[in-house]
T-cell receptor
Framework: GDSVTQMEGPVTLSEEACLTINCTYTATGYPSLFWYVQYPGEGLQLLLK?????DKGSNKGFEATYRKETTSFHLEKGSVQVSDSAVYFCALSDLAGGTSYGKLTFGQGTILTVHP | DGGITQSPKYLFRKEGQNVTLSCEQN?????MYWYRQDPGQGLRLIYY???????QKGDIAEGYSVSREKKESFPLTVTSAQKNPTAFYLCASSRWRVENTEAFFGQGTRLTVV
């Protein structure tokens, strides 16, 4: 079945440092890929998405590129802020099974803490 | 404002009791979902529904039940058969099989067994 693997966490950075959170996936079809962010005590918000190979999703300074050859969708940001402290989830949705973009397979999440 | 409303935010249950978590959406989405979140395990799908009066089991449906009598509402019942119900529960909705769409999530309900 489909699966998503995220890098081990938590990640602790100083403000203005560079961020990379690795994400790799296994899917039988041609999935769409997502990064969601969860702030403390809240639900999930979509951060960015990519629906086909070589697409780059971007939002709020975060970027991720859909790499089919390496089955990866790594999240990057050049300069993190304290307000970026949250849990980040990589996820995929595979429409090949006749489902929809809401039926998601999630990675285990990566806790990011940014210190001033 | 369009969105998804989950209630209550916190819920406490005694051993052996059934409890029902509410989820309402005003986004006019066809599909709705329930996910369970445990520390270090990401989110796992419990049930989903693509249309009124129809729903399918997800990966961890045992000990849970749902209904979909209205398009806007998708309540989740955690039954006494669920062996470890303490978790954070998230409801989501989306359009069904529409390109370039996304899932929207509620703020979650934290259930604790006491």
């Amino acid at each position: 079945g489909d699966s998503v693997t995220q890098m081990e966490g938590p990640v602790t950075l100083s403000e203005e440092a560079c961020l990379t959170i690795n994400c790799t996936y296994t899917a039988t079809g041609y999935p769409s890929l997502f990064w969601y962010v969860q702030y403390p005590g809240e639900g999930l918000q979509l951060l960015l998405k990519a629906t086909k190979a070589d697409d780059k999703g971007s939002n709020k300074g975060f970027e991720a590129t859909y790499r089919k050859e390496t089955t990866s969708f790594h999240l990057e940001k050049g300069s993190v802020q304290v307000s970026d402290s949250a849990v980040y989830f990589c996820a995929l949705s595979d429409l090949a099974g006749g489902t929809s973009y809401g039926k998601l397979t999630f990675g285990q999440g990566t806790i990011l803490t940014v210190h001033p | 404002d369009g969105g998804i409303t989950q209630s209550p935010k916190y819920l406490f249950r005694k051993e052996g009791q059934n409890v029902t978590l509410s989820c309402e959406q005003n986004l006019n989405h066809d599909a709705m979902y329930w996910y369970r979140q445990d520390p270090g395990q990401g989110l796992r799908l419990i049930y989903y529904s693509q249309i009124v009066n129809d729903f399918q089991k997800g990966d961890i449906a045992e000990g849970y039940s749902v209904s979909r009598e209205k398009k806007e509402s998708f309540p989740l019942t955690v039954t006494s058969a669920q062996k470890n119900p303490t978790a954070f529960y998230l409801c989501a909705s989306s359009r069904w099989r529409v390109e370039n769409t996304e899932a929207f999530f509620g703020q979650g309900t934290r259930l604790t067994v006491v």
